[in-house]
């Protein structure tokens, strides 16, 4: 089956439809000219395309089509209560909710909040819980502002899912975003010098559930690469073995081995390009245990942002802040689109 990439940039959205070998690739758009897309999605449940919108002249928001990217419908209302005294930014990161709630998405953004939608996005509800959490007033802004920037679901219980917020860490909820509680425990804050593994503070740049393995969570954070096996109640350090930098920002998953993952390292906080002179994808087989690089391309100083790699059960997806898109299938790299305004975002979905 082919695949349908979701490709957010600075300037609108774009559909890149690759073919089952992963080699041959077409390019559609811009869609939503004018607006930045910092995360798109395509809704398996109902083939609905949602994207995190945003416009210096109209602010966040969300868009959404349901014929393929024809025509849009922006959400109306998307805000913070008043009395909160907080505003917000951004819109950073879509994510379908449970099978066994249609309609249902959640949305994160930017100071740090969360909204949750059960019509499909005509109405968004900010998560109370999150927005008044008692540890708020110890949460710090990232570069990129303080953001919730990443959101993850157990395959099996609803009620289960996991955030990330730059820089305040992980958080898990089991009661549906009824309450929040930090999962921290051996993730290091190394700007912190002293106090390095604090409850929370750390500065999370993705984190995923693996899909066929409960409890089993890896993340890309500002001080290295981990894996917990519990929920996140605990965390272990990956970075060690083989990786040439702890710093990143992307991660991508095989979903049928929960042993392998895909990170692409770049040189640290303030020379933010890949490391060495190449665009090197380190892949995984042994749940981390040893790193082996796979060269994108060379010579390049690329940047890959947080939502800038994606995968399926064939690929993985990796673009770069130059406008250069790529996929890795049983180990060769396939440049699939080049000279795209500054990439995002990249999300696979199956070919409609």
Known sequence: ???????????????IRGDDERRSFEVEGPLLPGWEVKHAIADPRD?????????WVYGGTVQRSTDLGKTWTRSEGLGLPEDSELKLASTWHLEPGHESQPGTLWLGGEPGVLFRTDDSGASWQVNEALLGHATRDRWSPGAGGLITHSITLD?????????????AGVFRS????????????GTEACFFPEDRFPELGQCVHKVLAHPGRPGRLWQQNHCGVYRSDDGGDSWAALH?????????????LDPADPDTAFV?????????????????????????????????EEPAWAAVLREGMSFDEEAVYVGAQSGHLYALRHGEVVRATEHLPPILSVEAAALQ
């Open 155 to 167: 395959r099996d219980d609803p009620q289960l899912l996991w955030i990330g917020i730059s820089a």
């Open 1 to 15: 089956m082919g695949v349908l990439l979701l490709v957010g940039t600075r300037k609108g959205l774009f559909l």
């Open 47 to 55: 083939g609905s395309l949602y994207a995190c919108a945003n416009s």
């Open 264 to 296: 692409v390292p770049e040189e640290g906080a303030e020379n933010r390009v890949t490391c060495d002179g190449r665009l090197g994808i380190y892949r995984t087989t042994d749940a981390g245990a040893s790193w082996e690089l796979i060269v994108a």
């Open 174 to 185: 089991e009661d549906g975003g009824g309450s929040w509680h930090p999962r921290n425990q």
């Open 240 to 252: 060690q073995n083989g990786l040439p930098s702890e710093f990143g920002f992307g991660l991508a």
